[in-house]
Nanobody
Framework: QVHLTESGGRSVQAGESLLLSCTSSGGTFNDYAVGWFRQAPGKDREFVAA????????AAGDSVRGRVTISRDDAQNRVYLGLVNLKPEDTAVYYC?????????????????WGQGTQVTVSS
């Protein structure tokens, strides 16, 4: 059973940066797309960023484009999400996900493994 664990979420001030990390146990990230989503209270889960296997292609959500970096270290079984110039509207629980295959999607359904999430709170 694949188990994903996120870390790095914390409370920050607007304008600061964060690096979130995700590790996988019971399975690897090799050969699979990896991604990050977020969910704010009362809102739907939102696509943040994704990276295909071997980092062939990537994507970022409209609300974070230009402020986000996603990367992967398959040897360490880790995925990272870097966010800069954080805004109060970035406040959410951030989830790491692994896709069912090598390609990413902005929709929820292809992502079959999820972590429990890590809270990011941005104060103005």
């Amino acid at each position: 059973q694949v188990h994903l664990t996120e870390s790095g979420g914390r409370s920050v001030q607007a304008g600061e940066s964060l690096l979130l990390s995700c590790t996988s146990s019971g399975g690897t990230f090799n050969d699979y797309a990896v991604g990050w989503f977020r969910q704010a209270p009362g809102k739907d889960r939102e696509f943040v960023a994704a990276l295909s296997s071997a980092s062939r292609s990537s994507a970022a959500g409209d609300s974070v484009r230009g402020r986000v970096t996603i990367s992967r270290d398959d040897a360490q079984n880790r995925v990272y999400l870097g966010l800069v110039n954080l805004k109060p509207e970035d406040t959410a629980v951030y989830y790491c996900a692994r896709s069912r295959d090598s390609t990413w999607s902005v929709t929820i359904s292809p992502w079959i493994y999820w972590g429990q999430g890590t809270q990011v709170t941005v104060s103005s």
